[in-house]
């Protein structure tokens, strides 16, 4: 068990490109999450997946901002047109969802900063 | 709807000294709560959580925190600082059912210790 891989850990990118992460979950976890984290903040819920399926969106994630888990294993967010305010960290956690459910383990963050 | 305040941003102990990092909840249903520990440009730690069975609960690194329904609380301690313990603490609180594992973070409180 590597535990919540994300990739990469530092992105900075120009305003108005497009960018890309990745999660890698525990293994055997099929619950996935993504949270963003401004400086001074606590994290804010996003959104989830139990397996392939997206079953929950926050307000936070707007039009430009878009998640996959093609395979139910890992998962990217996409944030096309990036502005200023999309600077954070991006943390993904994974958990078992099926019986008993587990707490959420978390990777290590994708700082994305918006030049 | 969940809700999480951590009462003091920023509290700073000797080495030695009792740790004391106050954490209050609202829940409109039975709430499943937790502490995390972020180190800097580091990811998230689970620390305990309480899940409805002892209301006084232990975690790794010495830390212990106690569930009070009656205050809504959940304050976290640990009887000695250590230099080690310096980081970021976070509360977080989730609902049961498909709901378990997303989680409503508290703002934080940065703890500093003292030689």
């Known amino acids: 068990d590597t535990g919540v891989s994300q990739n990469p850990r530092h992105k900075i990118t120009k305003r108005g490109q497009n960018v890309t992460f990745r999660c890698d979950p525990i293994?055997?976890?099929?619950?996935l999450y993504w949270y963003r984290q401004t400086l001074g903040q606590g994290p804010e819920f996003l959104t989830y997946f139990q397996n392939e399926a997206q079953l929950e969106k926050s307000r936070l994630l707007s039009d430009r901002f878009s998640a996959e888990r093609p395979k139910g294993s890992f998962s990217t967010l996409e944030i096309q047109r990036t502005e200023q305010g999309d600077s954070a960290m991006y943390l993904c956690a994974s958990s078992i969802g099926r019986g008993m459910v587990t707490e959420a383990f978390f990777g290590q963050g994708t700082r994305l900063t918006v030049v | 709807a969940q809700s999480v305040t951590q009462l003091g941003s920023h509290v700073s102990v000797s080495e030695g000294a009792l740790v004391l990092l106050r954490c209050n909840y609202s829940?409109?249903?039975?709430?499943?709560l937790f502490w995390y520990v972020q180190y800097p440009n580091q990811g998230l730690q689970l620390l305990l959580k309480?899940?409805?069975?002892?209301?006084l609960v232990k975690g790794i690194n010495g830390f212990e925190a106690e569930f009070k329904k009656s205050e809504t609380s959940f304050h976290l301690t640990k009887p000695s600082a250590h230099m080690s313990d310096a980081a970021e603490y976070f509360c977080a609180v989730t609902a049961g059912g498909t709901s378990y594992g997303k989680l409503t973070f508290g703002q934080g409180t940065i703890l500093t210790v003292h030689p």
């Open positions: 829940s409109s249903v039975p709430p499943y």
């Open positions: 309480y899940t409805s069975a002892a209301t």
């Open positions: 293994s055997e976890h099929n619950r």
